[in-house]
């Protein structure tokens, strides 16, 4: 889940540089890289930048991720952009339920990650909280810094 919630974050920035050139702009097609402005530019990295900046021991795991997105497919990018929206809409504790079914799906066989996802939809409230208790993440889990 770590990697589906950095996809989020790099995205959210991304998205919220997006924003910013979208204000600032017409509502006209945008250029391409090479003839955007400085400015332009600017409001583009510079989020990106800052986070890169204020904690050097996440660079590597920014820098891989970016990769990552870069040799996605188009498909591979959308159904990501559309896991992205549906974890950022969940409570607390629902992603915290997505996350430790992430890390316990990673080592298992498509069959046996299927059998599991059945088994957690046909679980009760309580008898998901004990298998959260079993099987929630051992690492304590940092907040994201504010954007």
């Given amino acids: 889940m770590k990697t589906a919630l950095s996809r989020s974050m790099l995205l959210g920035l991304l998205l919220?540089?997006?924003?910013?050139?979208?204000?600032?702009?017409?509502?006209?097609?945008?250029?391409?890289?090479?003839?955007?402005?400085?400015q332009q530019r600017e409001a583009l990295i510079s989020p990106m930048r800052d986070r890169w900046?204020?904690?050097?021991?996440?660079?590597?795991?920014?820098?891989?991720?970016?990769?990552?997105?870069?040799?996605?497919?188009?498909?591979?990018?959308?159904?990501?952009?559309?896991?992205?929206?549906?974890?950022?809409?969940?409570?607390?504790?629902?992603?915290d339920e997505a996350r430790a079914l992430y890390e316990r799906m990673k080592g298992l066989t498509p069959e046996q990650r299927d059998k599991l996802r059945d088994e957690w939809k046909a679980m009760t409230p309580e008898q998901r909280r004990e298998w959260m208790q079993k099987n929630a993440p051992r690492e304590p889990r940092v907040p994201a810094p504010p954007r």
Avoid: C, I, V, Y
Avoid at 18 to 30: C, T, W
Avoid at 54 to 81: I, K, V
């Fill in 16 to 38: 919220l540089a997006g924003n910013a050139l979208a204000q600032s702009a017409p509502a006209q097609a945008l250029p391409e890289w090479d003839k955007l402005t400085p």
């Fill in 53 to 95: 900046n204020a904690d050097p021991s996440e660079r590597p795991r920014m820098l891989e991720r970016a990769q990552r997105w870069r040799d996605m497919t188009p498909e591979q990018r959308r159904q990501a952009r559309k896991g992205m929206r549906r974890f950022e809409g969940m409570k607390p504790h629902q992603r």
